[in-house]
């Protein structure tokens, strides 16, 4: 017998965050029966116009989660603008992502035994090919950031110690980055989003974690797929190639005006 979810306690700033609880353990996930209806996926670059996409976003997510997204977008103060760096994944992405970080991980840290590996893995990057779907592969899940009235992003504390700052109630924050990350916690739950609390970019609504956090006995999503994924991802801003820049550069010091070349002809004239 599957055993009864309950409503996890919701963490504090006030509370010593226990890195034991950094993860959603797969075990747990997998326990959560998935009833998908087949929710339609929808464009972001149409429905949601109003929030930026990062380069390389694959941006589309259920309906549902599309519209909290305007939601969070309305609900935020006046100037400031909801970014998504991550929507849906494909599981190809996935498995890419989760490969690459398998073998930074296995580099930095060569005594882990593979269980220890494998255990912190699970941590930041959700395997690929498990019964319990990555979060991102359902369209459910997405990374976000807020960009103020000045263009600028908000500081949320990431600085150079990134993944110790990454659980969303982490302890030595700047007042600014704890105010920043209120303001994000406060705008995505009035929505209904829930938070990964080992991370306080990814949210999601729908899929296992949000089930498993809120206490539903069932995840209205499972994994989807899109065609052409690769393709339909926001594109990279274009790059001008640093040689050909460096050229342009020194061509442009080496011209010479017209008043400057009648200029010389005219010290040219008066020495002859």
Partial sequence: MRETLQVREKPSFDK??????????LRALRGVPIRDAGEPLVDLRQFSPGVILRPGCLPFLRETVANQVNQVQERLPAGHVLTIGTCLRT???????????????????????????????????????????????????LDVGI????????????????????????GKLSEIARSNRLLLIETMESTGLTNYVG??????????????????????????????????????????????????????????????????????AATD
Avoid: C
């Avoid at 080496?254 to 040219?268: D, F, L, N, Q, S």
């Fill in 91 to 141: 599981l190809a992405m996935q498995r890419g992502i989760r490969e690459n970080v398998t073998k930074d991980m296995a580099e930095k840290h060569p005594e882990w035994p593979a269980a220890t590996l494998a255990r912190m893995l699970n941590r930041m990057v959700a395997p690929p090919d498990d019964p319990s779907p990555p979060p991102h592969t359902t369209g459910g899940a």
């Fill in 199 to 268: 991370e306080w970019w990814h949210w999601s609504y729908g899929d296992q974690g949000w089930a498993l956090r809120v206490g539903s006995p069932v995840a209205y999503y499972g994994a989807v797929e899109v065609e052409d994924a690769e393709n339909q991802r926001i594109p990279q801003p274009p790059e001008e190639p640093k040689e050909e820049a460096a050229a342009a550069e020194e061509a442009k010091a080496g011209e010479v005006t017209k008043e400057e070349e009648a200029r010389i002809e005219k010290e040219e």
């Fill in 147 to 170: 960009q103020g009235p000045d263009g600028q992003a908000l500081d949320f504390g990431a600085g150079d110690s990134f993944w110790a700052t990454a659980p969303t109630y982490a």
């Fill in 16 to 25: 010593r965050f226990d890195l034991r609880s950094f993860g959603e353990p």
